[in-house]
């Protein structure tokens, strides 16, 4: 029984306190929050101790600790945690700094801990069937990538401000999900971008709407759209070109109920958003994690994941400033 | 070359006009109609002539005719186009009394033309890939059939008064379709039907909206569902369960879009009636009978088909007066 | 908080003590089942006691009980628990006799305590819809309601002689989704059934492919299609047609991708069975029966729902046998 | 009635003379072909009568031509027939050199007789709806667009030496989408291409696989995917997104039918090309054009749009060469 620490106990962590108390390889021990009733509340729910991170960390019956608190602490917690002996899932992003995430990598990997990092994406089952499908060779050799991601809303620009920006923030996922699915990371990275949904972002030096193209050293080609706006809900899908077909994963809908009338066939809207579409990914997430520590098996997701996907990140944002393409450095 | 003559230049005969035209191995030579400058207009469109059904009967460089007037006179020309010697596609139904059409089939029959009666539907290139793949073995041995037929809107209840009633009017189509699918007939007939839609339609002794269980001596069972108004188009349908799985013809609908807003998804209708749905059914109808008389091969449909499905739609009716099992009786 | 003891640690047990635990308004106090071991695993993993029925029964602490026994059972507990002063949730069927139900309604009755029948479907979110946009007259008057209800795979045979038959056993969820989409009881029954899917099942006494055409009072129609076997997965469909449009809930599936080669484009199966399909049913179902309890409403679903759907089996299995149309007794 | 002479007997012309031939406004009166015996045979079938280009531009009875010749001969037809009077529909490209399509607008803009350019795939009844439902501000104001045009199968590498290349043979129709649905000219083209579908493609100095982005003046994006090869069939889609919505465009299937057996749920593949996916979209745009000047109203699209379409495609293949973005000169 896999004993667990839980830093962050926001909405996100609220998720992996079910998973992790929910689990039959696991068991949640401890909860921890700058807001200690948000901690307290949520370790009672699930017959937990609240307490701070420092006595999480410092307390040697536990094994593993997931970090949910928010990205400008995950570095610290990661190189802490695994410093002192445990093992961590930890909620991308690593950092907003490629140089900071490159320094945590260097440290923890010294300890020899495992560190899973969370792109819960690669766990939802319609983009790990895709995966799988295109692993199975059941498309034959894979060209050309297309990820559409749209956020149901943009956030406040108050957000905004501190996110990194919509690549690093928004994108970084879909970089990830193009690693996960070409299995290689790319070698030029171009984008664009604009402030279309909302002037105030661009004002804030941000852009709502971009459209990023990868490239890789085989020729192959992958394309990344995000929109901070789809007012029908959270538009998150796949598709894989092969030389023997398609690939193509679609939007989880509400429900399957249609009505046909003389106003045409409507159908359900798409789960409004990533708790909603991604509940079922958070909890395999863990199963995953869970399942490679008892089996001593490599993480699923690396800090080199989370690098890369950073790096990535670093470089279209670049690129949508000076209109240039640029390399991908890691 | 096929020689023909066209029997009634109304909405249908306007249609096969364009297919009889339109076919490489046939050409429309003339036109009748009891209306002269319906008659008139379309020969004229087609470089045809217009004359009366007598003289087109007697023409002797006429192959064949196709007969596309009132139903009260099908049975009249099959008996005397083959008389004549033409071969013969006349529409559906082949008479509203089994007696009559009986007769019609001894008659024609005796003449060796051939005869085939236009149940487009069976051309209908998704009824048909049911048909070829439950031939094929593709679901096993069938076991259970559902066919959905809904027509737009319920035509005036004048019409209603003279059609013979919704079984021998609309469902027969069904009928016909439930013997293609299942390629043999069934046992028993039990029937249910209501005048919901209009009670008008109740006064005038019909019904609008009924459904048919058919049995089949070796256990397979069909059921068919009828109303005359689906307010958002022609709803087409069959389902086709079987021991290794299921065949499902879906409608055709008016275009492929989609529109997400947050009052949800939006995509178009069905098409909207017969004339909509079953053009390229047209269409393969007159290719299927122009080829068979190339090859000198078996009508497609034949009278024997039309009188079968009429059978039915006479038991049917007596079912749902009497709300007992009827035996088919051929 | 409500504490709950459940009588039955089997299959559909372990999925009811998982909601009870997780309910935010309910606590899993005790497990009984004929299979000590059984119990105590379950109470063990959610910190509850394991013990006997009659433990449950008689522990004042104990407000509510949760029935998943085997159907025999049902009618003694249910009596035995409301005496005892307790709410009951009891699994379908209240009994395989409408005689033994009645009973049982007339004595849990006296006691005043609430009880509420198992019919999760009725929380599924696909028909859930369906009845909701129904009442909220988004299709106008209701007309003709299809409902498609196949399982993966028939039982074995040594089950089907137990279960009452197929209309008792399995098309009794059916019976009470048309009672609660029509809202409605119908007159009359009609059956015809057929064992072509296992002559097995048909020597046992008992069909496996089964047409039910229901008649109401207003005349509106249903119509009820079921399979012992649909190969590809649970087949749980229905179709509700109204004066102004159609409402349609179709099968949830295993993934949304779909797969394009020269051979077709391929997409996932339905759910498998009941488990899979019906798992955020089950928790919508204990969710409404705690909150009715805690808001001294009506069960959402009544004995007299429960009875109502057994007289039409009883019903569908004398017509089935007869070949009659047979009135709907209560 | 419109009389029309048809300048190319080949695939594509056939397809022309059907429509002509078929349409209530227009009639074929005469067939040209650089293969003469090819010209005799279309003119045969439809009654006109077969003859020399040059004729054809001489016959002062004939109103309109349709030009359907090979790419290389399209300006110098466009000017030839408008000097001698004529009102002209030629297939896309105007020219595969931008210097020579703007001398071919300014030469034949002289005569003030009206030039049609044939991009079909506007008169698509799906893509026309979403034109129109866009103007109409179903989805608010637009922002992000997107379009998927695959071939089949890539031609032979003999075609593709002289075809222009991807950018001017193949994306121009999607160019052309993007301005018909955008509404406006893009300010920047970035393209990244790839000859990984076919390295014999890459040595002919073309590309098969292309990923191109537009950016707008008014921070609009557009993307365009093209592949040669999409074994599947023609995909054509295209998603455009909006500040109140999303509209889609899905491919056309061969039929409606799915098969759900225990590998899955198997359902029809996109039309095979063109010829199959446009058909309907030939006969509107005949239609367009025999209207716009029964009307005297402007082409529905005019040489400027072929000239557009052109522009971007020099700027693509320049981008794709230099890695750098290039801007759309006109």
Redesign the interface.
Known sequence: MLRVGLLGAGRIGQVHAVNIA?HMGSELVAVSDVNMDAATALATKFGAKACSSEEILADDSIDAVLVATSTDTHSDFIEAATAAGKAVLCEKPVDLSLARAKACLEKSAATGKPVMIGFNRRFD??FA??KS?SLAG??GKS??L?I?S?DPAPPPVSYIKVSGGLFRDMMIHDFDMANFLMGDLPKTV?A?G????DPAIGEAGDVD???V?L?YA????A?I?N?R?????Y?QRV?L?G????????????????????????????TYFFLERYMPAYAAEWDAFVTALAEGKPMPVTLEDGIAALAMAEAATESAKT???VEVAL
Do not use: C, H, Q, W
């Open positions: 929910g089952p319609n069937s895709v499908a059941e498309i060209e050309l297309s559409t749209f171009r664009v604009s402030s279309i949904v709407t971009a459209v193209t490239t085989d020729g192959r080609i394309v759209k929109s706006r789809a007012v029908y809900g538009d598709e070109l030389s023997d077909g398609l690939l193509s994963a679609a939007n989880m809908l509400e429900n399957t109920v249609s009505k046909s009338t003389v106003a045409g066939v409507t159908s359900a809207k798409p209109g240039a393409a």
